[in-house]
């Protein structure tokens, strides 16, 4: 969602239920006060279904305010006397929050449902390469930009054996379990995002010997959650050298 768009869908949600209830008020001799009050929460529906949920909020309480300036008496003003009018702004309030709160929470699980399959696809990718007998420069390069992707990098890189890795040179590493270290500390990463003074080491290959991918973080704070941390785990791991063994 784009900064402008949640911009324009925040002020529609302060506008529109003005727009939707000024009308209805004209029409409160034939139009009962509770079925002005469920056109509204259509419109905290309709904002939930397409905004953030500031915009949800923002609709549910322009919605209530908008129903007590319109639409109960005494009218054209910020007061209500009636008690069945203040249980229906009470109640238009709280279904509108209740209602924009799941619209939210279906388009987070959808997405993250969505994030999920990527990332599987992402894991398999990158086996299917290996497996076929892809040159291990392209292999590692794929899986860099995996890496980059799921945890929203600045640069991933990788180094072939022989780099030093582990910390040799006090860098932050992430471990296979999906833990950041870093000078013999562990980093809380949701709370501190990941390490941007240097580069986060993250060793390729099964045993940790196939090599490091170097990853920058240094733009902006990224806090990535530990299921990412270990599909980017998952994905340096496939890059393992095959060994030779010698009979006698």
Do not use: C, K
Not at 6 to 12: E, I, L, M, Q
Not at 37 to 52: E, I, K, S
Not at 164 to 188: M, N, T
């Amino acid at each position: 969602m784009s900064e402008r768009w949640r911009v324009g869908v925040r002020v529609a949600a302060v506008v529109v239920p003005v727009l939707v209830a000024a009308p209805a008020g004209l029409a409160r001799e034939w139009l009962a006060n509770t079925s002005a009050a469920l056109v509204l929460v259509l419109v905290v529906v309709g904002v939930g279904a397409v905004g953030d949920r500031i915009a949800g909020v923002l609709a549910a309480l322009s919605s209530a305010a908008a129903f007590d300036f319109f639409l109960t008496a005494p009218y054209l003003r910020f007061v209500i006397v009636d008690r069945d009018d203040i249980e229906t702004a009470v109640l238009l309030l709280v279904i509108g929050i209740a209602v924009s709160e799941l619209a939210w929470w279906g388009r987070h699980q959808a997405a993250r449902s969505s994030r999920r399959a990527g990332h599987l696809s992402g894991v398999a990718r990158a086996a299917r390469l290996v497996s076929e007998g892809s040159p291990r420069q392209e292999v590692a390069d794929t899986i860099a930009g995996m890496i980059g992707e799921v945890l929203e990098l600045d640069d991933s890189r990788y180094e072939p054996p022989g780099t030093r890795v582990g910390g040799a040179e006090g860098r932050p590493v992430l471990r296979r379990d999906g833990s950041i270290v870093w000078a013999g500390r562990r980093v809380d990463v949701r709370r501190e995002g990941l390490p941007v003074m240097d580069v986060i080491e993250l060793p390729a290959g099964r045993e940790g010997r196939d090599g490091v991918f170097l990853l920058t973080a240094s733009s902006e704070v990224r806090r990535p959650n530990p299921e990412d941390l270990l599909v980017a785990v998952t994905l340096a791991e496939q890059l393992t050298t095959p060994r030779t063994t010698t009979q006698g």
